[in-house]
């Protein structure tokens, strides 16, 4: 079946550095990647739909300039946190949608923010 | 907007026994699809189970089952026969006509027990 690499699964950093978390889709082309952020047993809130080739559209309410998002190949979106803060802790995870409009999730990131 | 709601923060079943775990949603939308995912302690999200709302037939998958009730606006997931590994978060989520954007409920906190 269709697989979603996520990359860290787990990372921490020390407040005010960047973090860049990928996400990638291995055997298939996802021009639409979605990115969500899950806090402790908390439900999965959509951050930014992200677009190959173009600019991503984020949600009300998320710093575009904060949470940096680049899907500049079929198979590649990125989230960078920029300038990261303890209250950045959280577990973000990506969904690549496939030609058929089939979603697939990654198996998330931890981020642990000093 | 979308709403989904999941009324039930925690459930617990005996091994062997069927479970039903709620979700209510509302939409001005005709045309939505409803989802059910499940999420161990490990992170990712797990696909389980997916209801078109045009369908006029409730979806099963396995031990699966989806008690679709279009006029009440419900779509329970039935787990039938339920085994240890069923003990998860369980996610019920609506689609958006027009994308895979997805609103999630709260969740369900599924524990099997011998």
């Known amino acids: 079946g269709a697989v979603v690499s996520q990359h860290p699964s787990r990372v921490i950093c020390k407040s005010g550095t960047s973090v860049k978390i990928e996400c990638r889709s291995l055997d298939f082309q996802a021009t639409t990647m979605f990115w969500y952020r899950q806090f402790p047993k908390q439900s999965l809130m959509l951050m930014a739909t992200s677009n190959e080739g173009s600019k991503a559209t984020y949600e009300q309410g998320v710093e575009k300039d904060k949470f940096l998002i680049n899907h500049a190949s079929l198979t590649l979106s990125t989230l960078t946190v920029t300038s990261a803060h303890p209250e950045d802790s959280s577990f973000y995870i990506c969904s690549a949608e496939n030609q058929a409009e089939k979603l697939f999730f990654g198996s998330g990131t931890q981020l642990s923010v000093l | 907007a979308q709403k989904i709601t999941q009324t039930q923060p925690g459930m617990f079943v005996q091994e062997k026994e069927a479970v039903t775990l709620d979700c209510t949603y509302d939409t001005s939308d005709q045309s939505y699809g409803l989802f059910w995912y499940k999420q161990p302690s490990s992170g990712e999200m797990i696909f389980l189970i997916y209801?078109?709302?045009?369908?006029?037939q409730n979806a099963t998958e396995g031990r699966y089952s989806l008690n679709f009730q279009k006029a009440r606006k419900s779509a329970n997931l039935v787990i039938s026969a339920s085994q240890l590994g069923d003990s998860a978060m369980y996610f019920c989520a609506m689609r958006e006509p027009g994308g895979n954007k997805l609103t999630f409920g709260t969740g369900t906190q599924l524990k099997v027990e011998l």
């Open positions: 209801q078109g709302s045009y369908d006029e």
